[in-house]
């Protein structure tokens, strides 16, 4: 299997700008999850979705950010503008179940931003 | 909501030291309970996971994991690191039938040779 596939790897942007994340999550599974790691804030979810529907977004830090699943092999992380303080490793992971039953989460390489 | 402490925020060993990562969760019935690690510059590997059966678990790289459930704990142990295990720890826990996924902040490990 090809895992999780997140695009772009590295992006350097600057403030004000659009920036669009992408993931292809493992085909079959039914979870797909947003995660942000910071040094200062460590691993937070952001959101995540069961078949393809937004299921919580409470860890969204605000409107500039969202996020979308159109089907299940696809989904985006936008934020709009971006600023500095997003700069960050941002994480996709799917799973079966969500982790239940013993279903492992299994996550993406992270795409890694800069905003300057 | 569940919640995952991982006390030991920043451990530094010697090579060939034995290790123990504490992980305490606070969800009181059925959970599923994973250790990931995190090498320097790569993404959340998964180690071990425990779901039913035998509370002693052992994942790759000579790493074990002990549930109990009554203390709410699942430690990541290893008998003897290597500098090579120098990495960042994180443990995490889905309860049964929230389907949210809860990370611990991490353990962040130093293997000195």
């Known amino acids: 299997d090809a895992g999780v596939i997140q695009s772009p790897r590295h992006e350097v942007t600057e403030m004000g700008q659009e920036v669009t994340l992408r993931c292809k999550p493992i085909?079959?599974?039914?979870?797909l999850f947003w995660y942000r790691q910071t040094m200062m804030r460590g691993l937070e979810l952001l959101i995540y979705?069961?078949?393809?529907?937004?299921?919580?977004d409470s860890g969204m830090p605000e409107d500039r950010f969202s996020a979308k699943m159109p089907n299940a092999s696809f989904s985006t992380l936008k934020i709009q503008p971006s600023e500095p303080r997003d700069s960050a490793v941002y994480f996709c992971a799917s799973s079966l179940t969500g982790g239940n039953y013993g279903n492992t989460i299994y996550f993406g390489e992270g795409s890694w931003l800069t905003v300057v | 909501a569940q919640s995952v402490s991982q006390h030991n925020h920043h451990v530094i060993l010697s090579e060939a030291a034995s290790l123990e990562l504490g992980c305490n969760y606070s969800?009181?019935?059925?959970?599923?309970l994973f250790w990931y690690v995190q090498y320097p510059g790569q993404h959340l590997q998964l180690l071990l996971k425990y779901f039913s059966g035998d509370p002693l678990v052992k994942g790759i790289k000579g790493f074990e994991a002990e549930f109990i459930k009554s203390k709410f704990s699942f430690n990541l142990r290893k008998p003897s690191v290597q500098w090579s295990d120098t990495a960042e720890y994180f443990c995490a826990v889905v309860s049964g039938g929230y389907q949210k996924v809860t990370f611990g902040t991490g353990t962040k490990l130093q293997v000195i040779p």
């Open positions: 979705f069961n078949n393809n529907v937004p299921i919580d």
């Open positions: 085909s079959g599974h039914d979870y």
């Open positions: 969800y009181g019935g059925t959970v599923n």
